[in-house]
Nanobody
Framework: QVQLVESGGGLVQAGGSLRLSCAAS????????MGWFRQAPGKEREFVAA????????YYADSVKGRFTISRDNAKNTVYLQMNSLKPEDTAVYYC?????????????????WGQGTQVTVSS
């Protein structure tokens, strides 16, 4: 069973930065496509970013393109989300997810494993 543990969330002022980490265990991390999603209060979970197993392909939601960067270190079984120029509308619980098969995708249904989430709060 794959376990994903997110960390790095917190409270930051608008314009600030945070780096989220997601550590994986119990599987072959280097073979998984990975994604980040977020869910704000009263809203549906939405796609943020995804990265292929090799790290060569990345995908972003339009709302974060140019501000967020997804990366991975297969030697450390960890995927990262660097978030810069944060805005109050980025406030949400952020989840990482792993897909055992298939390509990195924007669709939550394409992922098999999920972390418990980490809260990101951006104050204005």
């Amino acid at each position: 069973q794959v376990q994903l543990v997110e960390s790095g969330g917190g409270l930051v002022q608008a314009g600030g930065s945070l780096r989220l980490s997601c550590a994986a265990s119990g599987g072959i991390f280097s073979s998984y496509a990975m994604g980040w999603f977020r869910q704000a209060p009263g809203k549906e979970r939405e796609f943020v970013a995804a990265i292929s197993w090799s790290g060569l392909s990345t995908y972003y939601a339009d709302s974060v393109k140019g501000r967020f960067t997804i990366s991975r270190d297969n030697a450390k079984n960890t995927v990262y989300l660097q978030m810069n120029s944060l805005k109050p509308e980025d406030t949400a619980v952020y989840y990482c997810a792993a897909a055992r098969i298939g390509s990195a995708t924007r669709h939550a249904g394409g992922y098999d494993y999920w972390g418990q989430g980490t809260q990101v709060t951006v104050s204005s």
